[in-house]
Every structure is written in C-alpha cells, then in structure tokens.
C-alpha cells in the first residue's frame, strides 16, 4: 500500500475520531447535579455511550494504519504507540459500562420518596471517582503516552514537519497534565482551564488530519518513492 493511501486513511480516521469525540461527550454525567439529571437525560447518556464505543475502533485502527510505516523507524516505539491504543481502548470500555450506573443510582434518587441523602451522594462520589480514573488516568493517560512515541517516531524519521511534531509532543504533555488537575480537583473538565489545556492539542489533530491527506507521510528512507515494502 502506498505511503500516500495510508496517510490518507490516517487523516479521515483523525477527523472521524474528533468528531465521535464531541458526540460521545456526556457532560450530565460531570455536572454538580448528575443525580439529579442523569435519569432524564439518560436518552442521550445512551448515544453518548454509543459514541464512545465507537471511539475504540476508531483510535486502534489509526494506530494500525499506521504501525507498517512507523515500525520502519523504530520497531520498539511502534509496537509501544499500538499498545498503548489497545490499553487506552480497554480503559475506554471500562468507563462505558459504568455508565448505566449513573443512569440507575440517579433513577433511585429521582423516585424513592424515603430515602437516605448520604448514601446516593457517597455513592455517587464513588461512582464519579471511578470514571475520573478510568477516563482521566486510563484513556487519556495510556493515548497520550502512545501518541508521544508516535511523535517521537515522527521527529526522527520526518514523515512530518518537525514544528508539527513538536507540537504534538506539546499538546499531548499539556492533556495529560489537564487530566491530572481533573482528578485532584484543581479544575473541572467543564472549563475555562480544560479548554485553555486541551485545544492546542485539538488544533494539532486538525492540522495533522490536513497534512497527511494532502500532504502525506514523507517516505525518510527513499527520497523518490513513496512505497514501501509490507511483511
């Protein structure tokens, strides 16, 4: 397969995988008052879940379209870059199927007339601490790693320009941190401040996403090709 066909199929993937992102966004579920809404709202806590099932294909086939080229280049770090996008998958899943947890112990807040106030929020906190770990520390975590030996990758063999690379490198550092801040409660993932950490990053997607299906993934070992030689 040409290098020009995968870095196209690469960059489709990309826009694909931004926008299942901004649908699978299930912000009821963040919200001061997720007990009291989540069961209203679980119609759309369901697509968002969809969404986010749909994430996990589409974030691993990326890495595979991608591994026959980057394993040209440093075998080790490619493998790390899929790995991780299988890892990030599984933590991915994790937090879907707590999901309809939310869905449930907001229903029992909603309709139970005697109840204990106490119990739904420590459970809730439980429940809300668990989905930051798994969203936060798992997917975030184990995609940003990924995606630095991708980058790492892509510096050394200049499949990119190097201040596309750099900035990858950069807006990956600045996601992970901005999800480290979300876990000790420094700021919300409805924010100013996560919004400030997190679009650098989602410009450098969109950038990217142009660059490899106009542009294409420069070919650092032959100078006048673009095939290369598949196992």
Do not use: C
């Not at 986010?52 to 080790?76: A, R, T």
């Amino acid at each position: 397969m040409e290098y020009k066909q995968i870095s196209r199929i690469a960059g489709v993937l990309i826009f694909i995988g931004i926008i299942t992102g901004i649908l699978s966004v299930v912000p009821s579920v963040d919200s001061e008052k997720y007990l009291e809404i989540v069961y209203p709202n679980k119609s759309n806590i369901l697509i968002g879940a969809l969404f986010q099932f749909l994430l996990i294909p589409i974030y691993i086939g990326f890495s595979l379209v991608l591994y026959p080229i980057l394993k040209q280049g440093n075998n080790i770090l490619s493998i790390g870059f899929v790995g991780f996008r299988f890892m990030a998958g599984v933590f991915q899943l994790i937090g879907i199927i707590l999901l309809p947890s939310f869905i449930l112990l907001s229903e029992k807040y909603s309709t139970e007339i005697n109840f204990d106030l106490k119990y739904y929020e420590t459970t809730g906190q439980i429940l809300q601490l668990s989905r930051d770990l798994v969203n936060h520390l798992g997917v975030i975590l184990a995609t940003g790693l990924g995606n630095l030996f991708l980058y790492s990758i892509f510096y050394k063999e200049k499949n990119i320009p190097i201040w596309l690379s750099v900035w990858g490198v950069i807006g990956n550092i600045l996601i992970m941190a901005a999800s480290f801040l979300i876990l000790f409660q420094r700021i919300k993932v409805v924010s100013i401040e996560y919004l400030i950490l997190t679009t650098p990053l989602l410009v450098q997607e969109i950038i990217l996403a142009i660059w490899l299906i106009k542009k294409g993934l420069k070919n650092s070992k032959t100078s006048n090709s673009s095939q290369f030689n598949p196992l």
